[in-house]
């Protein structure tokens, strides 16, 4: 019986060892690979003229509130309570539409990034799928992402990927 058991456990080692040797694992550094696509370039272009595109607006706004405040303090004696309080209230308004629109700038950048880059992102997706399924990889770790803490028998695709990419 001891016999039986000893032959079985050597042959589950045998079959479990033989498994883990055919894994191929690999990795790869997603934001360095996405920062050497060439489109990467005109992306961000297009996130700042965007940007800037926003900060114009925000800078108007600070202007017309500007305009607005130094009037008030300039005339603040020659009003009347009524007028007063309704200059008051023009003012916090423009202070509450410059906070929301900070904020919804904000969130637009971020959204427009996510926009510009998905494509990006796709390409270099279906560049590592197809450098993994060629090389027989059974992982890829993405190293950006701090997901790997000891990668001696890891191997960098990084430039297969590239040369997939067509990136010298």
Do not use: C, W
């Amino acid at each position: 019986m001891k016999r039986i058991a000893s032959i079985v456990l050597i042959l589950f080692t045998f079959l479990t060892s033989n498994l883990v040797a055919q894994e191929k694992f690999g990795h790869i550094h997603s934001e360095q690979l996405l920062m050497t696509m060439p489109e990467t370039a005109d992306a961000d272009k297009k996130i700042q003229e965007y940007s800037k595109m926003l900060e114009s607006q925000l800078q108007a706004m600070y202007g017309e509130y500007q305009t607005k405040a130094g009037e008030f303090q300039a005339n603040e004696a020659l009003m009347t309570d009524v007028v007063k309080e309704a200059k008051i209230k023009e003012i916090q308004d423009l202070e509450l539409r410059i906070q929301q629109f900070q904020q919804t700038s904000q969130e637009g950048v971020q959204q427009k990034r996510n926009e510009v880059l998905a494509p990006l992102l796709e390409k270099a997706q279906n560049a590592i799928n197809a450098v993994a399924e060629e090389n027989g990889y059974t992982y890829i770790f993405d190293i950006s992402l701090g997901s790997i803490v000891y990668g001696d028998e890891s191997r960098d695709i990084m430039p297969l990927v590239k040369a997939k990419l067509g990136i010298e």
